[in-house]
Each structure stands twice: as structure tokens, then as C-alpha cells.
């Protein structure tokens, strides 16, 4: 049996990582938001499906499927990450079942990056992630610095 002491060493390790991790993440969200707020051009869109998953028992990721036609004249199809609110709101369902409502969307992408994109007052914008990250973070390096200065499982 591994040992207390070790355990929890291993956990506060596996908590700064993983808080590293969603910080990184939600920086990169933070900064595809802040991109497309500035130079990002708004065109109609379609929804063509939306779909609600279940991810894990406290967590569920809701996606729609829109399609949209750049000011260049290219077709695209592309699947965004929306809240549950927007969802709810275009659906006379839970979004497994529901039947879209509302199809008209507005869609916000970077000319020079056309593959940058997001729906208007619908995407998810995980930049909060950030600052959990962080927290998670510093509580896993907390652990870890309390753990090899003072051992509380030490024998």
C-alpha cells in the first residue's frame, strides 16, 4: 500500500498539472474571444442540428451544427460549443429531442483566419477557466510545498 504521504503528494502534483492545463485552455479561449471581438466580421447563419451530451454525471456539453457562407462566397459547415441557455432557446426541447425552433443565427469569424469562428450571443466562452486553472493550481502547489516542508502523515 502506497503510503498517505506519497498519496497526497501525488494528488497535489496531479492538481497542479491538470490546474495548469484548464488555465492554458481557458487563455486560449479568452484570446479567440478577444480576437474576434476585434477584428472578426459578423455574416448569417443556419442551424442546421443541435445536441446535448451528457459528459460526465454533473457536466453536459450542448453543440450545434451551423452552417454559413463567408463574404469570399466558401461554404462552411462548423460545429460550435453554446450554452445551455442558447440551446434551450432555439429548441422546443432538451436538445436531444427538441425540434430547432429559431435557425437563424449570426456568426462571427476572422477573415484571415476563416477557421476562427463563433456564434453570436451563443458560444461558449471558457475564459473563466483561466483564473480555476490558476486556483487549482496553486492550491495543488500549496499541498505540495506544505507536504515536504511538514509531513502530517509522517510517522
Not at 497535489?12 to 498539472?17: E, S, T
Amino acid at each position: 500500500m502506497i503510503p498517505k504521504s506519497i498519496q497526497f503528494k501525488i494528488l497535489a502534483f496531479f492538481a497542479v498539472l491538470y490546474g495548469l492545463y484548464s488555465a492554458s485552455e481557458g487563455s486560449g479561449a479568452g484570446k479567440k474571444f478577444a480576437e474576434l471581438e476585434k477584428g472578426g466580421v459578423n455574416v448569417p447563419g443556419i442551424l442546421e442540428t443541435a445536441k446535448t451530451r451528457r459528459s460526465t454525471r454533473r457536466s453536459t456539453d450542448y453543440t450545434v451544427v451551423a452552417s454559413y457562407t463567408l463574404q469570399t462566397g466558401e461554404k462552411r459547415k462548423t460545429e460550435f460549443e453554446v450554452t445551455s441557455d442558447f440551446l434551450q432557446s432555439r429548441t422546443n426541447g432538451d436538445g436531444m429531442t427538441g425540434m430547432i425552433t429559431d435557425p437563424n443565427v449570426e456568426i462571427r469569424y476572422l477573415p484571415a483566419k476563416p477557421g476562427l469562428a463563433m456564434i453570436v450571443g451563443g458560444s461558449l466562452n471558457n475564459s473563466s477557466k483561466f483564473w480555476t486553472g490558476l486556483g487549482i493550481a496553486a492550491a495543488g502547489l500549496i499541498g505540495l510545498v506544505y507536504m515536504f516542508i511538514y509531513d502530517p502523515f509522517a510517522d
